[in-house]
Structure formats: structure tokens, C-alpha cells
């Protein structure tokens, strides 16, 4: 009888646990829903320029969630932002600690550690984001790494990561803007005068894509278009730098 009551109460004490254990499960559950959902409102305001909005949801998802490596790597965003460089850092390394397999999080970290001058660290990062297999996205890392590249005049390192962009997605805007860039920036100007028509294939020419081309044919000599394409610059953007800079080679 005394082994049966002990077994019984052990079972009991069990039960309790169980039920204890769902209970807690269900509330963290809650809160982890809740705290998705305020990462996508915070999400929403800080791409529509609502930055305290933002910073509200985001602060109240990590309060929800604190061990949310997204609510981190998002709120890093808003610090990037804002010019809060410092605090950035710190919730974009918290962010890595949680998920630091997430490709997406190590892209942007990649990013605003090159915006600061971190080149060989964010080329660390953006290595792993090309190298998941699971990315969705990666001409997207490979996009950001071409362009960290170009900026510290690794030229051949950057035509290497756009290229590759490119052959997964082909129409990228972002990738065929940068490669005419890159072409201005290396002498080669028919380059450039490729890469930006397929450009203005895709999206509406805007001053700095004007500007790349009308740069490109001032080298090749083409000055009948690019006569074309100065009084083009003028007539949709008379009050831009790119056209103050197009009328002077006029002179």
C-alpha cells in the first residue's frame, strides 16, 4: 500500500508540473506572438520614416521577447538610423549571439560594419550570408558586398560579387546600376554604357543615373548624346548637383 500511495502521489506531483509546464508554455507563446507582431509593426514604421513609432514596437517586442534575435537586429536598424552607431553595434552583436546563422542578420551587420570603415569584418559576414545554402536572398549580400568592395577601390573583388548577382538575378536594379558605376570608376566606359541602358530598362532614369551616363559618354566621345542626355538631366532635375556638374562640361 505505501508503494502504491508513493506512486501515486509521484504521479500527482506530475500532473502538477505538466500543467504548470503548459501553462508557462502558453503564456510564452503569447508573448512570442506578440512580439512578432510588434517587430513587423516596428518593421512598417521605421520603412515609412516613423522612427518613434517604431522604436515604441520594437521596445515592446523585446520586452515580450527579449531573447528575439529579430526585435535586436531590427531595433539595430533604427539605431543605424538615427546615427546611434554605438548602441547599434551592441544589438546587432546580441542579435548575432542569438541566431548566428541568420543570413539576413549577417548581411546587415556586414553593412553598417562597412559603413564604418570594418571592411575585412563585414566581408566575414557577408561570406556566410553567400555561403548558406538556405538563403533565400543571397544576390542580396552579394549586392551589399560588391558595393562594400568598390567603396575601398577593390575593384576586381566587387565585379566578381555583382557578376554573381547578376546571374541569379539578372534585372536587379541595384546590381546593373552599380556595374556601370564600376565601369566609370575602372575606364571602362562601354561597360558602363551597357550596364546603364539595361538600367533605364528597368527603372526610370533619376539624375545619378543620368549623370553615370552622361559621364561615360563625355570618355567615348559621343558628344552628340551626350548632349541629348545633359538637356534630358536639366529638364527633369534643373535643381540637382548632377545637373550643375552636366552643364559645366558644356563649357
Request: net charge positive; hydrophobic share 40%.
Amino acid at each position: 500500500m505505501i508503494k502504491i500511495i508513493k506512486v501515486s502521489l509521484f504521479a500527482g506531483f506530475i500532473l502538477l508540473e505538466a500543467c504548470s509546464s503548459i501553462g508557462t508554455s502558453k503564456e510564452e507563446g503569447s508573448l512570442r506572438k506578440a512580439a512578432n507582431f510588434n517587430i513587423q509593426l516596428g518593421a512598417g514604421y521605421l520603412s515609412q520614416n516613423k522612427l518613434s513609432l517604431a522604436k515604441k514596437k520594437l521596445t515592446k517586442a523585446l520586452e515580450q521577447d527579449p531573447d528575439n534575435a529579430l526585435a535586436h537586429s531590427t531595433m539595430a536598424l533604427l539605431l543605424e538610423k538615427v546615427g546611434e552607431a554605438e548602441e547599434a553595434e551592441k544589438y546587432y552583436e546580441e542579435a548575432i549571439s542569438l541566431a548566428p546563422g541568420n543570413s539576413e542578420i549577417n548581411n546587415n551587420f556586414g553593412t553598417f560594419l562597412c559603413n564604418q570603415g570594418r571592411f575585412d569584418e563585414a566581408q566575414e559576414l557577408f561570406k556566410k550570408a553567400i555561403d548558406d545554402a538556405y538563403y533565400k536572398t543571397p544576390f542580396v549580400a552579394l549586392i551589399n558586398a560588391g558595393k562594400c568592395a568598390m567603396n575601398n577601390s577593390k575593384f576586381e573583388l566587387a565585379e566578381s560579387y555583382l557578376r554573381k548577382a547578376l546571374r541569379i538575378e539578372p534585372k536587379s536594379a541595384s546590381a546593373l546600376y552599380l556595374m556601370a558605376v564600376l565601369g566609370n570608376k575602372t575606364n571602362r566606359y562601354l561597360m558602363t554604357r551597357a550596364y546603364i541602358q539595361r538600367y533605364h530598362d528597368i527603372v526610370s532614369p533619376s539624375a545619378q543615373s543620368l549623370w553615370v551616363q552622361i559621364q561615360a559618354e563625355q570618355a567615348l566621345g559621343d558628344k552628340v548624346f551626350m548632349s541629348e542626355l545633359i538637356k534630358i538631366i536639366n529638364k527633369k532635375f534643373p535643381d540637382s548637383d548632377e545637373a550643375g556638374m552636366s552643364m559645366r562640361l558644356m563649357r
